[in-house]
């Protein structure tokens, strides 16, 4: 079922360069911080972002006949682990920036095998594409995203999940996760020799 999330920021983009975790397909990929100003649209129709769980349960009863008690993936996740996935923190359990216990996210990729010329459409506010050099796509950035909901099964188990098919930037938003340095402010003017013989 395609979604359309609307006014979500950005984090762990990987937009621009397709990677590969524990040696399966390389994939782009993003997560996307979900707000109380966040919508999803469906056929048209604009809905908090609250509506994606029942979304979730319509794909699955298409797909199951009902929904399984016991699912590895689920795409609509709560960042404290109340949902199928484990808390969303960090190595010394610190929630990842930008993230807190009540924080809402949806995570997508595609296989860059499966992009047009290999590559994720991605695009600015007048839909046109926009260039990874071009520094404005980054985490901590608010964008709108497309994404291809669907439940599927394999030997590992059952879950939902969601094909990334394209991502538009919205509006500037503080880098995530990052320190800005002023170089130039970090230096000590420093006293010069001057060579008598120039």
Aim: aromatic letters at 10%; glycine letters at 8%; charged letters at 25%.
């Amino acid at each position: 079922m395609k979604i359309k999330i609307k006014n979500v920021r950005l984090s762990f983009n990987d937009l621009f360069t397709a990677k590969s975790f524990d040696g399966g397909d390389a994939k782009f990929s993003g997560t996307f911080i979900l707000s109380d100003e966040s919508t999803i649209v469906v056929d048209g129709v604009a809905s908090p972002h609250t509506k994606l769980a029942d979304i979730c349960q319509k794909v699955l009863i298409e797909k199951f006949g009902k929904v399984p008690a016991k699912l590895d993936n689920w795409l609509y996740n709560k960042a404290d682990g109340t949902t199928t996935r484990n808390p969303f923190t960090n190595e010394d359990g610190e929630y990842w920036a930008g993230f807190d216990a009540d924080t809402w996210y949806v995570t997508a990729s595609k296989k860059e095998s499966q992009c047009r010329n290999g590559e994720m459409t991605v695009v600015d506010q007048l839909c046109q594409p926009l260039a990874a050099n071009s520094g404005q796509m980054h985490s901590g950035v608010y964008v709108n995203a497309v994404i291809d909901v669907y439940a599927y099964e394999t030997s590992k188990g059952r879950g939902l999940t969601g094909s990334l098919e394209g991502v538009q930037l919205v509006r500037a938003g503080e880098p995530m996760g990052m320190v800005v340095i002023d170089a130039a402010k970090e230096f000590d003017v420093e006293e010069v020799e001057v060579d008598e013989n120039f």
